[in-house]
């Protein structure tokens, strides 16, 4: 019997976490698409838009965990500035981490 429920959690842990990604995508586009594309789909206040592969080159570079601590945080730099959570305090940091993701995954 414990074997039986080692292979099934083990068949069962795949789909688990790929619908968590899933999830994980789709937060991240929503936030995007309703705070963060404002900015990020035109350049504004030299936020790099999404896509421009070497314009995020350099950020994706860093890794997942800095850059969506400078998106929590705000960033001020030589090119622009963000401020923290975009300007939106009601976002939480799950939110904006997704949207991080979501935007790297589109500018790779």
């Known amino acids: 019997m414990k074997k039986f429920f080692t292979v099934a959690l083990m068949l069962a842990l795949p789909f688990v976490f790929s619908s968590t990604v899933v999830a994980e995508n789709t937060q991240g586009q929503g936030v995007y698409m309703n705070f963060c594309a404002p900015c990020h789909a035109s350049g504004v206040a030299g936020a790099p838009k999404v896509g421009d592969k070497t314009a995020w080159q350099g950020r994706i570079s860093k890794g997942d965990e800095a850059m ?31 949207a991080t993701r979501y935007m790297v995954d589109q500018s790779k």
């Open 68 to 98: 969506a601590d400078l998106a929590i945080k705000g960033f001020q730099g030589s090119t622009g500035f963000m401020p923290a959570k975009g300007g939106n305090s009601a976002l939480t940091d799950e939110e904006v981490t997704s």
